[in-house]
């Protein structure tokens, strides 16, 4: 199966058993907008859960805020975002579709890593427990050849990026020979700039309105009540304000799923430090974050950092934690260090001072800040990629199973009474009321049990707990593990301890070593 396919088997899935849907789809959708299910809405909630009290929880200097999507029009001025939030759009003439033409570029440069990768591989088979791969890719003329174009081009494209150069961005489109994956041709145009705000209209008459934007990130809701948190919460540098809520992006191109949507969440912090030691606390951040996702479980090899090109207008350094999807390697989360670019402007737009009297210098001044920005749909997709398995069993049969982390499961125990009577449903029952209140928990009588297994395996539930005969004579449930498969006989007074240890967040903080 090639990793398209797979992904197109992972879009199918997530409709079919209730995780995502796209929005308003007896209209036929709206473009790069989802809603999420039953068990969607579960995995997001956990997820947000497993951000949030590993920020607010375990961090003694790190509060929550809830600031609303709207906010006043200059926020928006002060923040960059009107003159600069943009991204260079080109369109194929022939097939009329629009792209992005840094991710064009970003796509021919991993072609060509690609290439070199494969190279490589090829040269090891030849070559066998001889192979030095250090000198074959310094001194391969092929491998040399890709690079060489490979790094120019780079180069290029990060000087065009930072020089805000549309013209040169279209030159290396048509140097590199781009072609539209739909048409096939390199009939382009212009590349032009377009901004990503969405803007609506505030107030009860057309002439007298306000335009407001719909937030493009949750950053500047922090921003702005700086001041009010510092000082009601009486915080002390350094100290960070996490939040999680809805931004809105009027991307220009969305055929990621939920990769790339138009109304997604944010999970950001922003952290508060003295000027000067913002890299030190960069650093402590990437290696916090990378630990968090690591956490999960799955598997360290498929995480990296990528450092930015172009640095955002207010950034001074920035990294991304990679995870790699079905499509490659592609940005979860952003690291950046924000100086003190947006207290600064706000102080300038709003006229009001925004500073920290630090008492351990004597000094005021505005804090610089170090932020942790990961979309949780992003994230979702993330999760879901790495959990969707499928597997061959003997005999022949194929089950799909979601191994989630059991902290992240939507549902944690299916109870299964064996058949319908004799007693069993009520025992199941009583089980299922015996742990609902700390944990979602379902119960599902219909078909054999084999069947219901494997509804519970497509949706990542890890425990199935089956009432029958025997459970009756000694109070025993069989209690049947998702990942392996095996069974065994467990008293029900000791389910509740069991589901716990598997269960809790608990098992995912300790990784952490917060
Ligand atoms: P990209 O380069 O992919 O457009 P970005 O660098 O603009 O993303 P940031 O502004 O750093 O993204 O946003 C922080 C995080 O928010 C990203 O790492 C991503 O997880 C999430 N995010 C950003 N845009 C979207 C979107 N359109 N849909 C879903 N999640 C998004």
Request: net charge negative; charged share 30%; proline share 3%.
């Amino acid at each position: 199966m090639t990793q398209e396919e797979l992904f197109k088997k992972l879009v199918a899935h997530c409709k079919e058993y209730g995780f995502v849907f796209p929005s308003s789809e007896i209209y036929d959708g709206l473009g790069a907008v989802y809603d999420y299910g039953q068990n969607g809405v579960e995995l997001k909630n956990n997820i947000k859960r497993y951000w949030w009290d590993s920020m607010v929880k375990l961090h003694e200097n790190i509060v929550g805020l809830d600031a609303a999507i709207f906010m006043h029009p200059k926020t928006w001025e002060a923040s960059g975002h009107v003159g600069a939030f943009n991204d260079p759009l080109i369109d194929n003439k022939d097939s009329k579709k629009r792209y992005r033409a840094d991710v064009l570029i970003e796509d021919w440069l991993a072609k060509q890593d690609e290439k070199i990768d494969k190279e490589v591989e090829k040269a090891r088979k030849r070559f066998g427990e001889a192979f030095d791969e250090a000198q074959y890719r310094a001194t391969s003329p092929r491998v040399l050849e890709t690079a060489t174009k490979r790094d120019e081009v780079h180069t290029r494209f990060a000087d065009a990026l930072n020089a805000n150069d549309l013209n040169e961005l279209r030159q290396i489109i048509l140097d590199c020979e781009i072609v539209c994956p739909i048409s096939g041709t390199r009939n382009w145009t212009e590349v032009r700039q377009f901004n990503l705000m969405f803007s609506t209209q505030m107030g009860s008459t057309a002439e007298g309105a306000n335009t407001i934007y719909l937030r493009p990130e949750t950053a500047q809701g922090i921003f702005v009540n700086f001041l009010n948190v510092q000082k009601t919460g009486r915080m002390k540098l350094p100290f960070g304000i996490a939040q999680i809520g809805k931004a809105f992006r009027n991307e220009i191109v969305a055929r990621q799923f939920i990769f790339r949507m138009r109304e997604f969440e944010q999970m950001e912090m922003q952290f508060f430090v003295r000027p000067g030691t913002e890299m030190e606390w960069w650093n402590k951040w990437k290696e916090t974050r990378m630990a968090w996702h690591r956490a999960l479980g799955f598997g360290d090899e498929n995480y990296r950092f990528h450092d930015h090109d172009k640095l955002a207008h207010y950034a001074n350094a920035a990294t991304d934690v990679e995870y790699n999807f079905p499509f490659g390697f592609k940005e979860v989360e952003g690291i950046h260090s924000r100086t003190d670019f947006d207290l600064s402007n706000h102080q300038k737009f709003s006229g009001k001072k925004i500073q920290y009297y630090d008492p351990e210098t004597n000094e005021s001044y505005v804090p610089y800040v170090v932020e942790t920005s990961i979309g949780v749909d992003r994230m979702f997709l993330q999760v879901m990629s790495a959990a969707y398995t499928e597997e061959k069993l003997e005999g022949g049969d194929q089950r799909i199973v979601l191994k989630f982390p059991a902290a992240l499961a939507p549902i944690k125990v299916a109870v299964l009474p064996l058949v319908k009577k004799d007693g069993m449903p009520e025992v199941a029952r009583k089980i299922v009321d015996e742990l609902k209140y700390d944990y979602n928990v379902v119960y599902d009588e219909k078909d054999s049990v084999g069947k219901r297994y494997r509804r519970q395996d497509a949706i990542g539930t890890p425990f199935c707990v089956t009432v029958d005969g025997q459970t009756l004579e000694d109070g025993t449930v069989t209690v049947r593990h998702r990942d392996t498969m095996q069974q065994e006989r467990v008293k029900i007074e000791q389910l509740r301890a069991m589901v716990d240890e598997a269960c809790s967040y608990r098992t995912l903080f300790k990784k952490l070593s917060l």
